[in-house]
């Protein structure tokens, strides 16, 4: 018989080269390593990109950052000293995303228990599929599922937690199409007829992104049009879901948003629901950034009629800073529809005769087979500030917009573009050069550039990150996202004072 182990060059057995009894890992130089690197995220990150003293980001260009990080991978490993400095350059040339002045997304700051839990749980290392491999997490992610369900208004239902909003509602589009027609299943899409989903304009792009990916085609999308707040006009919603129907198409979905992510727009969503009921069209709760609300006695009204929805995204690495990702989608169902829709049967995994209750492997309910555990940071935060202090959380977050709003107020040069309904502040600088000159055929064009300049002034400086978009006729403008628990007073006068100074001389 042939050697089923080929010998190296010099004709030695490979497998002999290193005593099977050698460990091949050095754990004391490991975790040596590891008390190390430690020290440099704690000092480098969470003192350093979290003091107002420090910069956002220390800014490389691409070809000047490889250089420095010296990216190539060996052969050889490197000693234990050059990596720790690779650490260090790692945590130095990161964004600070913690920073009180990073107002750059929809996530921000740092949560200490939060992310107690995420060192947790990679330290555990385990995939959230079955009981026999994530007891703990299994049960947790149940509990804590209904308990958003709650919040949502449900006392029964289902839910898992997906890598991201966007997968959130790519399932939900999955499951209005399984529900209508489970055979699609099986016979793809030769067993539907053609379908539409509906949406706003100003909704997410995964939107259109699930639409693709499922095959029922970014053409099969209707838009519907918005009020001067950007919410879905439900009048106009009703009327294209009858076209729709008098083409020959089914109506599958309807894609509301808590929170836009451009202008955070509440769609109404009591109105949208009557609309679903009376032609039985899912409706789908994109609240991935605006969730947060529904902890806030003073807030939740923003999402009235929620609990009328079969199924809500919502994403507590936003607006409570459970840390990235950590992203749930909940259902109203109570038929297991999740399950069956996304479950293969794999029987080296779910073997049905298990010695504990195998409706405890929740791994089936999801296209995913490894997946994280994103339950342990939220548990661990809820645990820590209960839902009163996630409250606070998002009423202080009211509370500092509306102060900025009153300062920018008082501000020459500073336009705000709508009045926030949400923790998205809009806005236009116009500096001095421009102010007055609105009726010149440039201005525009003028303005469109200013927003571009001053970020990559502030960038290159390191002294904070405020996004900019344009949007419909509106060219380029601010949108400053204020949620984090480390922002204060000062960092909003601030941030106003830096853009003028970054931006009067335009």
Not at 3 to 17: H, I, K
Not at 106 to 113: I, K, Q, R, T
Not at 187 to 204: D, K, M, N
Not at 279 to 293: F, R, T, Y
Request: glycine share 6%; hydrophobic share 40%; aromatic share 10%.
């Amino acid at each position: 018989m042939a050697n089923m182990f080929p010998l190296s060059s010099d004709g030695q057995d490979p497998a002999n080269l290193r005593d099977i009894n050698e460990p091949l890992i050095d754990h004391s130089e490991g975790q040596l390593f590891l008390n190390e690197a430690f020290k440099i995220i704690i000092e480098e990150v969470l003192c350093k990109g979290t003091d107002v003293k420090q910069k956002v980001c220390e800014w490389k260009g691409p070809e000047d950052l490889a250089l420095l990080l010296d990216l190539e991978l060996r052969a050889e490993g490197e000693p234990q000293q050059r990596l720790l400095q690779r650490v260090k350059d790692v945590a130095k040339y990161s964004i600070k995303t913690s920073h009180p002045r990073f107002f750059n997304q929809l996530f921000a700051g740092v949560d200490y228990h939060a992310l107690a839990g995420r060192f947790l749980s990679e330290a555990l290392n385990t995939n959230l599929f079955t009981y026999e491999v994530a007891p703990v997490f299994v049960l947790m992610e149940t509990e804590v599922l209904r308990s958003l369900r709650q919040l949502v208004g449900w006392t029964e239902g289902d839910g898992i937690f997906c890598p991201g909003g966007s997968t959130s509602n790519m399932f939900a589009m999955n499951l209005a199409r399984y529900r209508l027609f489970p055979e699609v299943k099986s016979q793809g899409l030769w067993a539907v007829p053609r379908l539409t989903i509906f949406t706003s304009a100003e909704s997410h792009y995964s939107v259109k992104k699930g639409a693709a990916f499922l095959g029922i085609g970014t053409d099969n999308i209707t838009v519907v049009k918005v009020d001067e707040g950007g919410r879905i006009i439900p009048e106009d919603l009703d009327e294209k879901i009858k076209l729709t129907k008098s083409r020959g198409a089914v109506p599958l979905l309807v894609s509301c948003t808590s929170g836009t992510t451009v202008r955070g727009a509440f769609d109404p969503l009591d109105r949208i629901a009557d609309i679903c009921e009376k032609h039985n069209v899912w409706m789908h709760v994109d609240a991935a950034w605006g969730g947060s609300v529904l902890f806030s006695e003073q807030h939740r009204h923003l999402m009235k009629g929620v609990a009328r929805a079969n199924s809500v995204a919502w994403n507590p690495h936003k607006m409570l800073m459970a840390g990235l990702q950590c992203s749930a989608l909940l259902l109203q169902d109570t038929t297991n529809l999740l399950k069956k829709c996304h479950s293969a049967n794999a029987t080296y995994l779910f073997q049905q005769d298990k010695f504990y209750d195998v409706n405890l492997d929740v791994g089936d309910k999801t296209v995913q087979c490894s997946r994280k555990v994103d339950c342990l940071k939220l548990w661990l935060m809820w645990k820590a500030v209960g839902s009163i202090g996630l409250a606070e959380r998002v009423d202080k977050a009211f509370n500092l917009v509306r102060y900025l709003v009153e300062q920018m107020k008082k501000r020459e040069g500073f336009h705000l573009l709508w009045e926030p309904e949400f923790l998205n502040v809009c806005f236009w600088f116009i500096p001095p050069s421009m102010r007055g000159k609105e009726g010149n055929a440039d201005y525009q064009d003028r303005l469109a550039n200013v927003a571009p300049v001053i970020k990559e002034r502030m960038i290159k400086q390191g002294t904070m990150m405020v996004g900019y978009q344009p949007l419909g006729d509106k060219v380029n403008f601010f949108r400053m996202i204020v949620l984090s628990t480390l922002v204060s007073k000062e960092d909003m006068d601030f941030s106003l004072d830096e853009i003028e100074r970054l931006g009067n001389d335009l």
